[in-house]
């Protein structure tokens, strides 16, 4: 499978723990993308990475999120201190726009979180 | 400021009927649109893009969706829908390295 993947694809945690989650981009692609996607809502831009170097947050991404793309391959994806309004899916994209002139982002199944 | 509007948050219609699934948008810069489609939990799968090179595009499972500049629109439609069409709807636009969604739509196919 060569697609974008992403886990574990749910999550359920009790509020104030700790959260992980993991993207793999599609291999030749240097761009990764994390958005968030509440109930009923279209996803919403929370950071992207070109190889390694973070580029983009969005005022969503409070001081309790950290991404990181240690070696311009995977990402993760870390919220602490959950609160329950962090209920939502994450998804990840990625993109090789050197390649692609639209940039098209190509997207992974996404990680279900649920905080109790 | 950029932004996307789907103009109906639920479509339904008949199967075997016509699909058009409405979008209208606002860039500062030459649009980059796109259309997604999400079945439940899953994540979004790419029907087709808008690249300027043409303004009638054609996406897969026989979707299309036309480019029209004096109206900001770029509407979704599908000559006959089928029961499998059946999923939440997202057009965006990719407005300087992130995409902007609209609220998506919801289509339901009765059979």
């Known amino acids: 499978d060569t697609g974008v993947s992403q886990n574990p694809r749910h999550k359920i945690t009790k509020r104030g723990q700790n959260v992980t989650f993991r993207c793999d981009p599609i291999s030749e692609h240097n761009r990764l993308y994390w958005y968030r996607q509440t109930l009923g809502q279209g996803p919403e831009f929370l950071t992207y990475f070109q190889n390694e170097a973070q580029l983009e947050k969005s005022r969503l991404l409070s001081d309790r999120f950290s991404a990181e793309r240690p070696k311009g391959s995977f990402s993760t994806l870390e919220i602490q201190r959950t609160e329950q309004g962090d209920s939502a899916m994450y998804l990840c994209?990625?993109?090789?726009?050197?390649?692609?002139?639209?940039?098209?982002?190509?997207f992974g199944p996404g990680t279900r979180l649920t905080v109790l | 400021a950029q932004s996307v509007t789907q103009l109906d948050s639920h479509v339904s219609v008949s199967e075997g009927t016509p699909v058009l699934l409405r979008c209208n948008y606002s860039?500062?810069?030459?649009?980059?649109l796109f259309w997604y489609v999400q079945h439940p939990n899953k994540g979004l799968q790419l029907l087709l893009k808008y690249t300027s090179a043409a303004t009638l595009v054609k996406g897969i499972n026989g979707f299309e969706a036309e480019f029209k500049k004096s109206e900001t629109s770029f509407h979704l439609t599908k000559p006959s829908a089928h029961m499998s069409d059946a999923a939440e709807y997202f057009c965006a636009n990719n407005a300087g390295n992130m995409l902007t969604f609209g609220g998506g739509t919801r289509l339901m196919v009765k059979p």
């Open positions: 860039s500062s810069y030459s649009p980059s």
């Open positions: 994209a990625s993109s090789f726009p050197r390649v692609d002139l639209s940039d098209t982002q190509y």
